[in-house]
């Protein structure tokens, strides 16, 4: 079964009298385990698909669907739970909290979710061994480069063990070595761990990371390259 799926889908923003129609009807499947980009220019609509993958925000039209579920027509908390225990999100810039340590800030979403104490360093010394930062677990933000923060963000999407995680150009702020890196990080995560990532990028030079890239402009699928796996 696919754990991601986009039938028809739209979206409509109205401001005042005008409206923008940011996605004219993309369909669209990911299954468990796949590593799919969204690739356009500025203003296509990537980070519009994704807050309606993210149920973050809702459809116009058609059907978002997550690991069977349609989730277009979540209530507020229902979405909310989702995002908590369903889904990691990875920003362009960062989010973390500057005032806890590398260690606190993965380690965050798994205090919201009522996880012991135990499990929190289990979990974050594993992740934190992933992502290359476990030196740098008592470092504030403040003292990380930007790719290193980008990885504890990484590291912060995963510590709910998600189904998903959601990337919205988590290389924009780098330089193109740097995010190749933080790249590199989601690839292998995703080859090692079966961590399904879905992210968005304006930088054609980056493909190459991906298993699969959606071509998305002006809020229409113009092309997707390489193949979707079969359905196991
Ligand atoms: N909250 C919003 N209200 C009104 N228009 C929006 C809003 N968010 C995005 N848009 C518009 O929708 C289009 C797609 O935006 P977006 O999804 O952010 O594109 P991208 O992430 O590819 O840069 C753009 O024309 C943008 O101006
Ligand atoms: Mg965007």
Not at 133 to 155: C, D, N, W
Not at 218 to 227: F, Y
Request: proline share 3%; with cysteine; charged share 25%.
């Amino acid at each position: 079964m696919s754990l991601v799926h986009l039938a028809d889908v739209h979206k409509e923003y109205r401001l005042g009298a005008t409206s923008v129609h940011a996605v004219r009807g993309v369909s669209l499947e990911i299954r468990e385990g796949e590593l799919v980009s969204i690739v356009g220019p500025s203003g296509c609509g990537k980070t519009t698909i994704l807050n309606m993958i993210g149920c973050i925000d809702r459809p116009t039209r058609g059907t978002v669907r997550f690991d069977g579920q349609d989730v277009g027509h979540l209530s507020d908390s229902q979405a909310a739970q989702m995002r908590l225990r369903s889904i990691g999100f990875v920003f362009q810039s960062f989010n973390l909290v500057p005032v806890l340590s590398v260690r606190e800030n993965i380690a965050l979403p798994m205090v919201l979710a009522g996880a012991s104490k135990r499990e929190r360093r289990e979990t974050t010394d594993h992740l934190m061994d992933a992502v290359g930062l476990t030196e740098f677990a008592a470092h504030k933000p403040g003292e990380l480069s930007g790719g290193q923060r980008q990885r504890v963000a990484i590291a912060r999407a995963l510590v709910n063990s998600p189904r998903l995680v959601i990337a919205d150009e988590p290389t924009a702020n780098l330089d193109s070595e740097t995010g190749g890196d933080v790249l590199d990080v989601m690839r292998r995560l995703n080859r090692d761990e079966g961590v399904t990532f879905i992210f968005s990028t304006h930088d054609e030079k980056i493909l190459r990371y991906a298993g699969r890239i959606v071509k998305l402009r002006d809020g229409v699928v113009e092309g997707v390259d390489g193949e979707q796996p079969e359905c196991t």
